[in-house]
């Protein structure tokens, strides 16, 4: 499994630099020219868009996603935003609802919609938008998340890829992260995306064979969409579901790496473990519900269902999760209790140094971290296999769909105003047993090394010992969040504490901005406990 990872890396890696190479940008591959002003059509010359935004609870969030889309630099008259609100807070429902008429009462042509149930999640939100009677004038749907924050010039750079290629369904842009630089956490994300949108994405459209949608940040043909028989709540992920149905029909895609739009990654591994869990499950229950659909498709190439089947799903939704859990967590290590079995070095050191290298290429400013990426990313493999063993076998949490948890400005808004009360975290979220397990066999392998073997393994089953430690005892993803957060001593200690650990485990990880941000947060907060103590102590107690 490790050859097929390795040679799928390599094949991609070749195609990238052929792109570069010959300039194959998808401005000369596919028809595009700037949407134009016509005096006397006038804005009848652009075509009909509605903009949808589905969300659900999005409290932090909803402000930024809102005021992007109605800041689309496109004709008013040809633009519809839908609010999708499948909030159950009634407070922030209101909040949203309130936030839509004051764009309405602008000008802006914003519809509202909510419904009085969740079926079907975020596919049966947009499903059930597409139904109402002013969509059947539109041409086009951009989708973006609550998290997203498209520029003005969006739809522009977007649409004409449409309106002069009948042959395409979908443009989809790539994801930048406002919120990189919060913590080692999601630095290590940024590297695992960016390779996703910058060489996976861009060799999937290069080569005209297949990518998924990604959910968002993308413009799709309505037509394609009803074609390909609308949205569906079959699996996790009803993007990459509409993208396959639509592949089968003959309908093609194109990938803008240079349109970017701004959104967040989760900063807590509460978030981060729920959103891998969907994004690894789907795609393997989605393999299992359509493999055979692919094979008997009569209107695309062999050369295409290959590659959707074997390229797609089954080396990287599939494999590429397993061989790196199950090889290098469990099977390296385990070899050092058996003597007699001996891997090759080209498959313990040379070919993942390879493909490791290949993946921190994406993010050349993150390179010092890649020793922390890869044990990272180790550890998440764990989430991944067992997400994508459940997708496969169809197991209980197959449809768990959990939205993840998104913080917008909070980080800067909490710096300056009151934080409202939070409780510990409980003991289950604390403590993850899980990699904790894990961890205390690899240290196990490692001291049976030390002590009887000869292969060096123990230098590796340490360090990745002490990454699964860190990740299972909660010392990820609450720094520098949880500083702003906290209100008493004992708070307070807790997160200096994971906040120490984790600045050391990350060295310079951070942003200057950052650790300045923190270093004075840290000083305010400190005297402000104090003081509080202070009172408390000197304070006149009542007679």
């Known amino acids: ?23 194959r940008e998808p401005e000369k591959r596919y028809r595009w020219e700037p949407m134009k002003d016509d005096v006397e059509a006038g ?20 402000r930024f996603s809102i005021g992007a889309a109605c800041g689309l630099s496109w004709p008013s008259d040809r633009m519809i935003i839908q609010v999708l609100d499948d909030s159950t807070d009634p407070t922030i429902k209101d909040m949203v609802k309130l936030e839509c008429q004051r764009w309405q009462s602008k000008g802006i042509n ?46 522009r750079r977007a649409i004409p890829f449409l309106v002069h290629n009948p042959e395409l369904a979908l443009v ?28 996976e994405q861009e060799v999937g459209s290069s080569t ?50 240079s349109l970017k739009v701004k959104s967040e990654l989760p900063s807590t591994l509460k978030a981060y473990r729920y959103q891998q869990h969907r994004w690894s499950c789907g795609p393997a229950n989605l393999f299992r519900k359509m493999v055979f659909e692919i094979i008997k498709n009569k209107k695309v190439s062999t050369w295409k269902k290959l590659y959707v089947i074997y390229s797609f799903f089954v080396v990287r939704k599939i494999v590429a999760h397993m061989v790196t859990f199950l090889f290098y967590c469990i099977v ?11 891997v090759p070095k080209w498959a313990s050191i040379y070919i993942p140094s390879i493909i490791t290298a290949l993946n921190a290429l994406s993010t050349p400013r993150s390179l ?38 998104k913080l917008g400005d909070a980080l800067k808004n909490k710096a300056t105003t009151r934080a409202p009360k939070r409780t510990r975290p409980g003991f289950s979220e604390r403590f993850h047993f899980l990699e904790i397990g894990v961890g205390v066999y690899l240290c196990f392998c490692g001291c049976y090394d030390v002590a009887f ?37 004992a708070d307070w200690d807790f997160a200096v504490g994971n906040s120490q650990l984790l600045a050391w485990f990350a060295g310079n990880a951070f942003s200057f901005k950052t650790k300045a941000t923190i270093c004075i947060e840290f000083q305010r907060k400190t005297l402000e406990i104090d003081h509080k103590k202070f009172e408390r102590q000197h304070s006149p107690r009542p007679r």
């Open 1 to 23: 499994m490790s050859l097929m990872l390795f040679i799928e890396k390599v094949y991609m890696s070749i195609i990238i630099l052929l792109v570069k190479v010959l300039g």
């Open 43 to 62: 804005n009848t010359a652009y075509p009909m868009v509605l903009v949808q935004i589905p969300m659900y609870n999005e409290k932090e969030v909803y």
């Open 110 to 155: 914003l519809k509202y919609e909510i419904r009085d149930n969740r079926n079907g999640y975020k596919a049966g939100a947009l499903r059930e938008g597409m139904k109402r009677s002013y969509v059947k004038q539109c041409d086009f749907v951009a989708i973006f998340d609550a998290d997203f924050q498209p520029e003005p010039h969006f739809l």
């Open 172 to 199: 989809q842009a790539r994801w930048t992260f406002v919120n990189s630089d919060e913590c080692l956490m999601t630095r290590m994300q940024e590297m695992s995306l960016d390779y996703h949108f910058i060489v």
């Open 208 to 257: 005209y064979a297949f990518f998924g949608f990604n959910g968002t940040a993308g413009v799709w043909r309505i037509s394609a969409i009803n074609e390909a028989g609308g949205w569906k709540e079959r699996t996790t992920v009803e993007d990459m579901d509409l993208a396959v149905r639509a592949s089968l029909k003959g309908w093609k895609f194109v990938y803008l790496g």
């Open 332 to 342: 390296l290590p385990a070899t050092v209790l058996a003597p007699e079995v001996a």
């Open 368 to 405: 010092h971290l890649m020793v922390f990426w890869i044990l990272f990313e180790n550890v998440m493999s764990l989430h991944r296999t067992k997400a994508t063993i459940i997708g496969l076998l169809e197991g209980s949490r197959v449809n768990e769909w959990i939205v993840t948890e």
């Open 453 to 489: 073997g000869k292969t060096h393994y123990f230098l590796f089953l340490y360090v990745q010992a002490t990454a699964f430690f860190v990740m299972g005892f909660g010392y990820v993803g609450t720094f520098p969040g949880d500083l702003l957060r906290v209100k008493d001593r």
